[in-house]
């Protein structure tokens, strides 16, 4: 059984289209996925055209959602060892730091004032959102000082990893793929997935980290614009993590 994932072209102008969200997923499983290094759904036809763009995968639908917090972290290990400095070498058309970063900026500062309006947002996490407006694209410039590039999954979400029976953890949906420093994804794996109790787990598991305190505000700005798309009051574990994100700043 294999599963389909068939993708119309982007909106023109959109992020997806800007950052070729679409087509970068099609090139990783092409050009990418037989050397990564870590489990990936097996790929068995990746096209991409004027209609759009169809990958047919393995289907990992039996194994079980998300990882735990130091599997994930170990795993997110593995890959970023792997291509620590040899990533963007091998693979030029990596999406690199800061693209797109001026249409994130302006989608973060439209939707500020209503974030700012929630009833599930503590004070720090409400002051520290109110800080970054107009300075988007100032804290993703600085995520390129973190550390070495290397292959970055660039959405490296529970929603986004499967652990199957032996308690091998795979990742799924490589749109986001990049060249930016490996803690990038550490803190968004953290800060979208991880609740504050068990990051010192994955910190353990991931070993040494420099560099989480220069890209956590740009990770911080994804997380506050998914915490966007819930209904206010259904917000309380985005703000624990965003919390305990500021906490590390």
Same mark, same amino acid.
């Given at each position: 059984m294999t599963h389909l994932k068939r993708r119309a072209p982007a909106v023109?102008?959109?992020?997806?289209?800007?950052?070729?969200?679409?087509?970068?997923? #099609? =090139?990783?499983?092409?050009?990418?996925?037989?050397?990564? !290094? #870590? =489990?990936?759904?097996?790929?068995?036809?990746?096209?991409? !055209?004027p209609d759009g763009t169809l990958l047919e995968l393995e289907d990992l639908s039996a194994w079980t959602p998300g990882a735990e917090p130091a599997a994930g972290a170990r795993a997110l290990r593995g890959l970023h060892d792997r291509w620590a400095g040899a990533a963007l070498e091998r693979w030029p058309w990596l999406r690199p730091i800061g693209a797109g970063e001026d249409l994130i900026a302006e989608l973060y500062d439209s939707t500020w004032p209503a974030l700012a309006e929630r009833h599930d947002l503590s004070a720090p996490v409400r002051d520290f959102g109110a800080s970054l407006v107009g300075r988007v694209q100032e804290v993703d410039v600085a995520v390129a000082s973190a550390g070495v590039l290397t292959l970055a999954h660039g959405d490296a979400s529970a929603q986004n990893l499967r652990t199957g029976p032996g308690g091998e953890v795979a990742f799924l949906d490589w749109e986001d793929v990049s060249a930016a420093p490996g803690v990038l994804d550490l803190g968004w794996f953290l800060v979208s997935s991880v609740e504050p109790a068990r990051w010192a787990e994955a910190l353990e598991a991931y070993g040494a980290v420099d560099g989480l305190a220069t890209v956590l505000p740009s990770v911080m700005v994804q997380g506050y614009l998914s915490l966007s798309d819930l209904p206010d009051g259904d917000g309380a574990a985005w703000n624990a993590r965003l919390e305990a994100a500021v906490g590390v700043l």
């Open positions: 023109p102008g959109s992020i997806p289209d800007v950052l070729k969200m679409f087509e970068s997923e #099609v =090139r990783f499983y092409r050009e990418v996925a037989p050397y990564v !290094g #870590v =489990r990936v759904p097996e790929c068995y036809r990746a096209e991409a !055209g």
